[in-house]
């Protein structure tokens, strides 16, 4: 290229400082001898100034779509950096915990048992028992907003409590459901056993339920094995006993069944299925476990748009799991709105006030609120990294009491009985796994691709240029001022004006004679 020989005086123009003209003779050579795609026809010496115009606004136009397509490959690299990939079909179910089985009774409390405790009881002026347990209802205003009730209401159950030095939790424990009162016979991996070995009263937004293998305070969690199969399931007969049950004024025949996480609390968030008496019903599950690879735990909470448990701490609930993040905000909400909390949530973590009758119309005024349906309302809830989902299938055939049958587990069966029975259909389950989308190499490498796409490109590109810009810009630069300091010294100088020069006026020129 002959960066070492001396510029003639014809190569040197005068009419722009020493830098300028080392910086175009650097970008000639660099377009004459450049890999990356076009720049060398913006420096032909045998094309026009439109042709190196073109050239150099098609080299313009494709660099731009090189760095839009790398922008848009950081962008993703950035805000998707994860993929699903199913690590194995065929795990054995016996790794894990058999799901936890939260069955609910359609209606709060015994109305036997009710009717016989507030016979005990001293009761308001005026109000007698019948009364009493017609008013019953009014304990769904601490769940739902379908119903407002009037102040009297409102009082005459206050005054219940009062006159008989009861709080609200404790007159609920004298009016719920027991869960020997609900399960009449229990069936587990083929062996019958009693029900209160297996079923625990719980606490769920439905109330008081009774639950298996659920880890909740309070609750001393079985940590029962899953087997795959029917015969290795949980099979429950389902019996009210309560000879004041009365299903059209329930409006109701069953119960509730619900599947959740080991660590959820129970909740509307839980797979709900209904279970209906006369019935038998086979509720099939299929469990899908979500875990994550080394390298995605590594990343930031930003970057994996998940957490894990022991990222996020609840006030209200002990484990972190998005149904318990939803409902620690309605929890929250509650106090912020009515300085309390329903009994149903109260896990003795905060010192927060039970809600008492007289906080129900705040909570039916507020449900909108509470339930987070306004956005000002709702909260940071993000999604946990590793957890299960179950797939519940429910099948139902009419139940015949009469039916001679060889095993024990069905003897004694009564009308209006219901029979469920929960297994895992599989002795085998799905784990996904969340790994990485992409890494820093794959991003190096789809940025080099959209680069050599559109104006070929690479690494050794990026080098060059430095090189013409560092190395032989300051070779350059050198023998412009060596030429320039040699034509002083022969004693002649072409001063040529700028605007000669700029607008190829023909001027005459100036010699400056040095003696």
Known sequence: MGHEEELTPEQVDVGVSPLRGSLRRTWTDFCATSSIHGL???RDEDTNRIVHFVWLLISLVMFSCAVAMAHTFYVDFRSNPTRMNVESDYTPVSSLYFPPVTI???VLFNM?????????LRLPQGADVAGILRQLHIFYGFMLDDERFADQDIEQMEAVLSLNNLSLEQ??????????????RCRYHGKIVDCSDLFQLSKTFFGNCCSFNLRQQGLNFTGQRAVGGLGSGLSVILRYQDANYDPLQSY??????????TNAFPSAHAVAKFVA??????????????????????LAIEERNCVFGNEFHLRYFPDYVYPNCELNCRVTNMVKFCGCHTYFFDFNRTSDRICSFRDIPCLVDNFASII??????????????????????????PLHPDMPVVDPFYSGIAENDGILHVF????????????????MVTLVSNLGSAFSLFVGMSMLSVVEILYYFSVILRKNYVQECRARRKMLQRGTKCALPKTSYAHKTPKKSVFIIHK
């Open 104 to 106: 609910c009774p359609e």
């Open 252 to 261: 109701s025949y069953g119960v509730k069944l619900l599947i959740q996480e």
């Open 40 to 42: 060398r026809y913006t």
């Open 112 to 120: 036997q048992k009710s009717k016989q405790f507030l016979a005990t």
């Open 424 to 439: 895992i259909n599989s002795i085998s389950y799905r784990r996904i796994r969340q790994d990485l989308l992409s890494n």
């Open 372 to 397: 987070t349906r306004e956005r000002s309302t709702q909260c940071y809830c993000p999604l946990t990294c590793e957890h299960f989902d179950y797939d519940v299938q429910i099948s139902n055939f």
């Open 171 to 184: 007159l609920v424990d004298h009016l719920r459901w027991d869960c020997r009162e609900i399960l009449y």
């Open 277 to 298: 008496f006369n019935t038998e019903v086979f509720a099939a599950l299929r469990p899908e476990e979500t875990f994550c690879s080394a390298a995605v735990k590594a």
